[in-house]
């Protein structure tokens, strides 16, 4: 598809926008441009009334939605074949190209959908209830080991690379970090941190996280 499109994206509110951002630019795909939306807008809500970034938009006015499948597009297009290779896997390891979507899906779906549960409500972005907050939090307790106890006893996700999988889990993990995921929380979950700060400063993100600043307690009530 040779068709200029357009790259919906708001990297301040929303992670999963954050890394098909970084690819259009790292790669220099001139014929996706990036634009910033507000999910509000009548403009956007017209063409996407499931109001979901990140989208793309074709001139012939194609859509693609689903940050899995925006990243996996972009990066398939890229001129990086060893970068490409080594964030994708190869086909002739199907089983690590099947471990980085595990851990894509497992972040991206799973995880960060009930960290939002959790944390959004606690500072002011949905509306809050307590036992919806409370259920949301017991199951991000029970996800949140699967991470810690794999990434005690390996270095990265899938294997001694940085793959689309860390990156991936690492932009859903920053939401958390900003938010809930407080010093005590990282005190008690060693192997995550020290991952996470291994991802952040990776050649990819570090541009974008490097200013990027922990919260200290995590807020009990709305703020």
């Not at 259920?135 to 990434?151: G, S, T």
């Not at 005690?152 to 001694?160: A, D, G, I, P, R």
């Not at 979950?189 to 307690?217: C, G, M, T």
Request: net charge negative; hydrophobic share 40%; proline share 5%.
């Amino acid at each position: 598809m040779n068709e200029e499109s357009v790259l919906y994206v708001n990297t301040a509110k929303y992670c999963r926008t954050i890394l098909p951002a970084i690819f259009v630019q790292r790669y220099q795909i001139d014929k996706i441009k990036i634009e910033t939306v507000d999910l509000e807008s009548p403009e956007f809500k017209k063409m996407f009334p499931y109001q979901k970034v990140p989208v793309i938009r074709t001139q012939t006015d194609k859509k693609l939605t689903e940050v899995m499948a925006i990243n996996h597009y972009l990066l398939s297009i890229s001129s990086n074949k060893e970068e490409r290779e080594i964030l994708l896997g190869t086909p002739d390891e199907p089983w690590i190209q099947a471990e980085i979507i595990r851990w894509q899906s497992f972040a991206n779906s799973d995880f960060l959908n009930e960290l939002n549960n959790y944390a959004k409500p606690l500072v002011g972005l949905a509306p809050y209830d307590s036992k919806a907050v409370a259920e949301a939090k017991r199951r991000v307790d029970i996800m949140v080991p699967i991470f810690e106890d794999h990434l005690s006893s390996n270095t990265f996700l899938v294997n001694e690379n940085i793959t689309l999988a860390d990156l991936t889990a690492a932009t859903c993990f920053s939401f958390g970090f900003t938010f809930v995921l407080d010093k005590e929380w990282r005190q008690n979950h060693p192997a995550i941190v020290r991952w996470f700060n291994d991802v952040i400063v990776s050649d990819i993100l570090y541009d974008f996280y490097k200013s990027f600043q922990f919260v200290e307690k995590r807020p009990n009530q709305p703020q």
